[in-house]
């Protein structure tokens, strides 16, 4: 694509600064055309909407059937692309020339690159599906767009620098097989999602951990060249680059294997579902409670409290948790949060986490922690009596 976009901006270009202006406008363009894709998401059906959108159960379901089918394109199964007719008619508007012409010459481009960039445009706009705020598909999209328009920019304003441009071949593909192992694990936050909303202990913290250790694994199994998939060239020897990002895929493959046995995972806080949300919230062989304090210890819970983040005692029913408060004295801590909510579990996993912190939550207050995106919490927490 970056000869043929040169050679149209190198015909239309009378002079050098006429060819910058061009190329300038053309990167804009590719920029706006993105932009206004991601915001458009979510101005038509409002961030009201988004956010009740994103703890549905049926549509995060849907969010990672789509992201898998994503990842399985980028693994070279298939590839996703667009009505050929409808290509060649934007094609063919770009030859009527001035901004015009500019414009559709983007808008081409973001057309027939979207076997390669679909995967990536469509997580972006799955992220603001499920954020349903402004800033987050405003800045992911003018990410990406800025990164896809500035080498097409300025290729075409310096069409002499494509003497310096990197050979086609194998790599690029690499590149592609890279993205779907990582979309495979962004895949597994939605199937989460959607099992944490209906408390259906499926994919627990355990499950969640060994399948992001499995394609860690098969990520740094791949990039050192272990194995092949089907696009893939004879690699004689490994780059420093991919050797480097190996060690990176390897490293963080074994940062995880300690959190099937409780460790907090501090880097990765927000992805996995909470640590009580486990097949064994005490710990592997209840380790846990060996040092625990007695307020932590399930025995001695008070009545329907629960053991919640880091071993924190936690009621999610409010007139509860109240009564208990009054009884002991203690003042009250509401903890407004959700099953799918990443900010949650990110303050959960590394503010709640630290010592003073856990001891003051579990010593001086008495936490109730309502679940907005439970129905029948809300319900039960929310009714007049």
């Known amino acids: ?17 006429q060819g910058i202006r061009n190329a300038l406008i053309y990167s804009i363009s590719i920029i706006v055309i993105y932009v206004v894709l991601g915001l458009g998401v979510t101005l038509i059906f409002g961030t009201d909407a988004m956010n009740n959108l994103a703890t549905n159960v049926w549509f995060n379901l849907a969010f990672f059937v789509l992201l898998v089918v994503f990842a399985i394109s980028f693994l070279g199964a298939f590839e ?47 992220q603001a599906g499920a954020t349903g705020a402004l800033a987050g598909p405003f800045f992911g999209m003018f990410g990406f767009s800025l990164a896809l328009a500035l080498p097409f920019g300025l290729f075409a304003a310096f069409p002499g620098w494509l003497n310096s441009l990197p050979k086609s071949g194998g790599w690029l593909n690499s590149v592609k097989v890279v993205l779907g192992f990582l979309e495979l694990a962004l895949a597994m936050k939605f199937l989460s999602n959607a099992d944490l909303v209906v408390q259906a202990g499926i994919i627990t913290r355990e499950v969640f951990i060994v399948i992001w250790i499995v394609v860690f694994a098969l990520l740094g199994a791949y990039l050192m060249g272990w194995f092949k998939l089907s696009h893939d060239s004879d690699v004689k020897h490994i780059s420093v680059t991919r050797l480097m990002i190996a060690i990176l895929s390897f490293s963080f493959t074994i940062y995880l294997v300690p959190g ?31 040092n625990a304090t007695s307020n932590e210890k399930h025995s001695d819970l008070p009545e329907h409290a629960h053991r919640g983040p880091n071993g924190i005692p936690a009621f999610n029913d409010y007139y509860h948790g109240l009564a208990y408060a009054k009884k ?6 509401i903890d407004f949060t959700g099953w799918a909510c990443v900010n949650c579990r990110k303050m959960e996993g590394q503010v709640w986490s630290d010592s003073d912190v856990k001891r003051k939550l579990s010593e001086d207050f008495v936490l109730i922690s309502l679940y907005v995106d439970d129905k029948k919490l809300c319900l039960k927490n929310y009714k007049l009596k």
């Open 80 to 126: 996703i692309t667009l009505p050929s007719a409808f290509v060649n008619k934007m094609d063919a508007k770009s030859d009527k020339g001035g901004l015009v012409g500019i414009f559709f010459m983007a808008f081409t481009l973001g057309l027939v690159s979207f076997s390669c960039t679909g995967p990536i445009i469509g997580t972006l706009l799955v």
């Open 1 to 17: 694509m970056i000869p043929m976009t040169v050679s149209f901006f190198t015909k239309q270009s009378k002079t050098k600064a």
């Open 328 to 333: 002991v004295n203690k003042p009250v801590m």
């Open 260 to 290: 099937l046995w409780g460790a907090p995972l501090k880097l990765i806080s927000g992805f996995p579902p909470p640590d009580f949300y486990s097949e064994s919230p005490e710990g592997f062989g209840g380790r846990k409670t060996e």
